[in-house]
């Protein structure tokens, strides 16, 4: 079965979190490291949440292969 959650986070608060995981990466020994520090700071259910934002965010800047959500 899968589960698929009905919680919508605000665009602001994903902006946010990908910004602060560009900003801490530095202090932390991995990038999920971060991830996960900013999940748990910004009360963002779990650690994936906030990696499928850094990602998508990563694709949209070009520096990722995938579907871009900029037109």
């Known amino acids: 079965m899968k589960f698929v959650s009905s919680k919508k986070y605000p665009p ?3 902006e946010r979190a990908v910004r602060m ?3 801490v990466r530095d ?3 991995s990038e999920w490291a971060a991830i996960g520090a ?3 700071l910004l009360g963002v259910g779990t650690a994936e949440t906030v990696r499928k934002w850094v990602r998508q965010d990563q694709v949209d800047a ?3 292969p995938g579907t871009s959500r900029r037109s």
């Open 12 to 14: 602001e608060l994903r």
């Open 21 to 23: 995981v560009a900003e």
């Open 27 to 29: 202090q932390h020994e």
């Open 38 to 40: 900013v999940a748990d």
């Open 62 to 64: 070009g520096a990722r």
